[in-house]
């Protein structure tokens, strides 16, 4: 089948069962698969030979508001609530945290969070080592923060006045 063939296929074959529906889609391994996160399933899906490679059920929780990042190494998938959702508070008055997932198997592996202000934006380093969030609970002044990319443990923060989110 050429490759013409191969996206025909593709395009038929890939999705849900009925009544799921694609939430997300992220393009990894430099560019040869595609993961589609529905509500309650993760599938990864070869591009190339249009075979769908894995599908399981995931605890991916979809926040409203939330932006989702992929790791540099296409392994782990990070949720942040959007910055304009007013305080991102929880239940308790917690601010949400940023949550990271662990995309072979969809469960929670890690979450990001600081004690009064809310992540409002996070951003993977190149070599996936670190990561850099953006807190903040006025217009004009940001909170930023260091974590690892491996333990997600907390590294240090500072907090830089006059700037914040418009």
Partial sequence: MGQSGNVMSFRQ???????ELVQQVRVIDNRAKVV???????QVWDITTARLLSSQLHEIKKRGDEDFLLSPDGKRLMGVRNRFVPLNLTKDDRPDP????????????GTLQRPAMPIRSAEWSANGETIVSFSNTSQKETEISFWSG?????????????????
């Avoid at 074959?13 to 009544?19: K, M, N, P, S, V």
Wanted: no cysteine; net charge positive.
């Fill in 150 to 166: 491996s333990n997600f443990a907390w590294r240090s923060s500072f907090t830089v006045r006059g700037y914040g989110w418009h």
């Fill in 98 to 109: 940023a949550l990271i997932y662990d995309l072979s198997t969809g469960k929670l592996v």
């Fill in 36 to 42: 589609l996160i529905g509500r309650q399933n993760l």
């Fill in 13 to 19: 074959r890939i999705g849900f069962d009925e009544g």
